[in-house]
């Protein structure tokens, strides 16, 4: 029979979480196929977010080889408008470009930068960025499978401050049971060589809950904790559950992996980056009656006329058209230097000469003195209440990734201290910024690797691996698919049984880049993606 391969992502999932619950016996199906199987940290991109994450298990390379730094393109239009990632933006080959290439037969579920949803044998159900419609491949697959389960979601907005604590843990079982299920039946309409899926629940409850499930947090309260932590254990134990239904679909020549993006922490506060750099002068802001102020107030004035009129689903944030809160557009860019044009990519973009859609900065030595003074004003960043220095690294771009798309990648990146703070682009002053205070855990670089199978050992603790080396893994374990040259990632030999081993060489062929092409991108469309990434956090 034919080799296959199941993998189940969960989001964010962390080991420091799930062994103490595996240990109690809380998560028993986990637990089986850790101790069956081979396990350990799966270290994450870096920064570890979800874009860079997923983009480089997808294609075995780092950010400067697939051209995914960020849920957003490099700021390039005179517009000023941020464009969003998609499937079309990672410019080199991907697992299922070369399973396709095989004749493999392939199922996604909610696998991130897949929208629009891209022709590969069988389906793709796209996840974020997507506009939450024209999501599914085939389209006759979204009536199909509502018509079996319901409704299918998305993502949960975590941010949504309407929600009380128990409502909200709640939504995020229901939305991934559905998810769930859709699991189970689309495993049953199709017999899929190669099937994944990406449980979301685990990385929205960790932002939103952690301190009631970290005692070391410094907003924990134990009474508070105590109140909610059964319902909250109660979602692992659902997807445990889950995962196990899944596992006993596949066929036994079927190779387990569960693995997350990135793991979780604590997260203390954020750093508006962009006012430090404009205390530091190297953003300079628009001073008009048009400035920002100027319009907030306006606003505020016309909405307190209209709920004092009972108007307020009327006068909404959008009686304004968004570009109108577009940060860069109160931006001086003949006067400013550097700036942050995303929370998820975090670091920090030199304005440079033919790059940048305003840049003012000269390739070379102004550019490189320019970013070492941006350094070292970083590295001095204070927590403002303890006045303690805050970060731990401040890496050059060329520190961190290489390639032919290095030029698009932010010059500066900053890693805060134990990553208990991160970087957010917006300047405080904006007008509706994101309820901060709601947010608690943070992401970190240490994701859980699990993987269980016929050809796979059993028992192995296995360390040094990265979520680069999944896709040349994967690819081995079909037996008949020869692996791109030129990777960032390995093949993780040693997880291996040794006849398989023997009985298989490793091959290799030549890797091949992508020819790209623009997503175009409705203005509705647009704004269900703004709705979408505002609901993570990653919009003002």
């Known amino acids: ?219 924990f309260k134990k009474e508070v904790s105590d109140k909610y932590y059964q319902d909250i254990l109660s979602y692992y134990k659902l997807l445990d559950s889950m995962i196990g239904d899944m596992v006993n679909k596949a066929d036994d020549n079927t190779s387990i992996f569960i693995i997350s993006d990135h793991g979780f922490g604590p997260l203390k506060k954020v750093i508006f980056i962009n006012d430090f750099l404009r205390e530091k002068g190297f953003i300079r802001v628009k001073q008009s009656k048009y400035s920002r102020d100027f319009v907030n107030t306006g606003l505020k004035m016309i909405r307190a006329a209209g709920r004092k009129m009972n108007l307020g689903k009327i006068i909404s944030k959008d009686i304004v058209p968004r570009k109108a809160f577009n940060r860069f557009s109160y931006i001086d860019w003949d006067r400013t230097y550097a700036y942050c044009n995303s929370e998820t990519s975090q670091g920090i973009y030199i304005n440079l000469k033919g790059r940048e859609p305003f840049g003012i900065v000269n390739r070379g030595k102004e550019y490189e003195e320019l970013r070492d003074r941006v350094i070292r004003e970083v590295r001095g960043i204070k927590d403002d209440e303890t006045d303690e220095y805050i970060v731990d690294e401040v890496f050059k771009k060329e520190d961190i990734c290489s390639g032919p798309y290095i030029d698009n990648a932010p010059d500066i990146y900053v890693n805060f201290k134990n990553m208990e703070y991160k970087a957010v682009d917006f300047f405080k002053k904006e007008n509706n910024l994101p309820p901060y205070d709601i947010e608690t855990g943070g992401h970190r670089m240490e994701g859980i690797f699990i993987c269980y199978g016929n050809n796979l050992k059993k028992g192995l603790h296995v360390k040094d691996i990265n979520i680069m080396d999944m896709m040349p893994t994967m690819l081995y374990l079909f037996g008949d698919i020869s692996i791109p040259e030129g990777l960032d990632g390995r093949v993780i030999k040693e997880i291996f049984t040794t006849n398989y081993l023997k009985n298989v060489p490793i091959k290799y062929t030549r890797s091949e880049d992508k020819e790209v092409s623009k997503t175009d991108i409705s203005p509705e469309d647009r704004k269900r993606m703004e709705d979408q990434l505002r609901g993570l956090g990653y919009l003002g």
Request: with cysteine; glycine share 6%; charged share 25%.
């Open 1 to 219: 029979m034919k080799n296959k391969v199941l993998v189940i992502g969960l989001d964010g999932a962390t080991f420091d979480l799930l062994n103490p619950w595996m240990d109690k016996g809380e998560l028993p199906v986990l637990a089986r196929l850790k101790r069956d199987g081979c396990w350990g940290n799966l270290r994450s991109a870096f920064p570890p977010f979800t874009g860079v994450a997923w983009a480089s298990f997808l294609s075995g390379k780092g950010s400067g080889r697939h051209n995914i730094f960020d849920f957003y393109e490099p700021l390039t239009n005179k517009d000023l408008e941020l464009e969003f990632s998609t499937s079309h933006s990672i410019r080199t080959e991907k697992l299922w470009d070369i399973l396709s290439k095989n004749k493999k037969t392939i199922g996604a579920i909610n696998v991130p930068l897949t929208y629009p949803p891209e022709q590969v044998r069988e389906f793709m159900i796209s996840g974020i960025n997507n506009p939450e419609k024209g999501i599914f491949y085939p389209e006759e697959l979204e009536k199909e499978l509502i018509d079996k389960i319901g409704n299918y979601y998305v993502t949960v907005n975590w941010r949504d401050t309407e929600l009380s604590t128990s409502e909200f843990i709640n939504m995020v079982k229901h939305y991934d049971q559905k998810r769930g299920e859709a699991a189970l039946y689309l495993m049953d309409r199709y017999d899929c060589d190669f099937f994944i899926i990406l449980f979301c629940g685990t990385d929205r409850l960790q932002h939103r809950l952690w301190h009631l499930l970290d005692p070391q947090h410094e907003r």
